[in-house]
């Protein structure tokens, strides 16, 4: 038996995926570990999605080549999207790593150890488009929440992504697999479940029934004891129904929060990166769901320096984020990856999308100020995330923070808090762009 340890990169989604390879290799015998010191084998789980995440995902490789060659650890085995878009590349460049295996592959991890604990090469790839294997996992977040993926892949085609060809096409999971696994997070102590996917609102599109079943599956999941809050990430614009708007309206478990990704708002610029819709039909979409779900907060993610955004559209897309003040937007600079149709496009150079980038964020900056000066005085619910160290305060969030991406509420409290529960706090100051405020006695 041997010493295992991991490094998780990318998104929530890929995490899952660790963490079931984490349980995989525990319920085979082998000790996971906390971190990575006398680890046997090191397994990297990389993201590959944009050039960012490459840099980051060679990076740790490069770090953990270092400790190998200081005898710190032992073996490197590399998984996930960097492995399966680079499958020939990462051996020849970067010949500290023993093996790979591709995102169709993670299930295989223990014949993956143990061949490489036998001393052999490993270099594993399955298909991309199989059926979701159901098995345990070891959550890596803190007791209190946890993700739950429901579907695997992508059918969206985006014209700059490169998910499809990493993950393959769209599988949901079956309804009956995803409540067991949402029940044993309850009974663990999960009191924030965030469900997350490729596209959350496709789920069931794919199965027998040939519908949306993502209102059913969070109905099923708010009768689950144990859960306070249930938050949907990652909803396309144009998969959003009634139904859908009316579940999120009447059931109390599920936050106000919607993630849903627009990139962009010009119809010239949508229509080149194969996205449905319109500036227009967003517009009229967000002033729906607002009005049927008061309280709602929305994210979104934009993309500057796309091909065909010239001055103009440019100037359309922040004026768009002016008129809608959505409550939290991501902005990121185009990254053209090779393999998509959009790499191949006349598109801005680089400083160019990044500036702009810069000020969607300056904007934006401005609207969530506002927003929380809005907040002050008020006395909200706030999930007790821990205790910060450095600065010797307990920290939370409310319903309108999304752990990791979102901002946090600084606590000033008498009494210790625990974490993983809920407090009142009235809300009485920011700071660097967080709210702060007291917990209020019960």
């Given at each position: 038996m041997a010493n295992i340890g991991f490094i998780s990169l990318g998104c929530a989604k890929n995490q899952v995926d660790c963490e079931r390879m984490m349980y995989r290799v525990q319920e085979a015998g082998h000790t996971v570990l906390a971190d990575l010191t006398n680890a046997d084998i090191v397994v990297i789980n990389t993201c590959g999605f944009i050039d960012s995440a490459k840099s980051e995902a060679i990076d740790f490789i490069l770090h953990t080549a270092a400790l190998k060659a200081d005898g710190l650890v032992g073996k490197i085995?590399?998984?996930?999207?960097?492995?399966?878009?680079?499958?020939?590349?990462?051996?020849?460049?970067?010949?500290?790593?023993?093996?790979?295996?591709?995102t169709g592959s993670y299930t295989q991890i223990v014949p993956a150890i143990e061949a490489l604990l036998a001393g052999q090469s490993v270099k594993h790839f399955d298909s991309i488009d199989a059926p979701e294997v159901e098995t345990g996992r070891i959550l890596t977040t803190p007791e209190h929440y946890a993700f739950i993926k429901i579907a695997e892949g992508c059918d969206n085609r985006c014209s700059y992504c490169i998910i499809p060809y990493l993950r393959g096409k769209f599988?949901?999971?079956?309804?009956?697999?995803?409540?067991?696994?949402a029940r044993l997070l309850a009974a663990s102590g999960v009191k924030e479940l965030i469900v997350v996917a490729q596209d959350t609102s496709r789920y069931g599109t794919d199965l027998p029934e040939h519908k949306r079943l993502l209102p059913e599956l969070l109905r099923q999941l708010c009768q689950i004891d144990g859960f306070h809050w249930i938050r949907l990430h990652y909803v396309y614009p144009d998969e959003i129904d009634d139904e859908l708007i009316q579940v999120m309206a009447s059931e109390p478990k599920i936050v106000k929060y919607l993630d849903i990704p627009i990139q962009h708002c010009n119809s010239k610029i949508l229509k080149l990166m194969n996205r449905r819709g319109d500036g227009e039909f967003l517009r009229e979409l967000f002033a729906k769901l607002r009005s049927h779900i008061p309280g709602l907060i929305l994210r979104t993610s934009v993309i500057t320096g796309l091909p065909g955004e010239g001055e103009q559209e440019f100037a359309e897309l922040c004026d768009f984020l002016k008129e809608l003040r959505l409550e939290r937007v991501g902005a990121f600079a185009f990254s053209p990856e090779e393999g998509t149709p959009a790499a191949q496009m006349e598109h801005p150079d680089a400083s160019v999308a990044q500036e702009r980038a810069d000020i969607i964020a300056g904007i934006q900056s401005q609207i969530m100020d506002e927003c929380a000066q809005k907040m002050l005085g008020k006395t909200v619910e706030v999930l007790v995330d821990g205790y910060d160290e450095e600065y010797g305060q307990y920290y939370g969030r409310t319903y309108a923070d999304s752990p990791d991406i979102d901002g946090r509420v600084w606590l000033a409290s008498e009494d210790d808090l625990s974490e993983g529960s809920f407090v009142r706090v009235c809300l009485d100051g920011i700071v660097d762009g967080d709210l702060s405020g007291y917990v209020l006695e019960e």
């Open positions: 085995l590399v998984t996930g999207c960097l492995s399966q878009r680079y499958q020939d590349e990462i051996f020849a460049q970067l010949p500290e790593v023993d093996g790979i295996l591709g599988r949901s999971r079956q309804m009956d697999d995803i409540l067991y696994e």
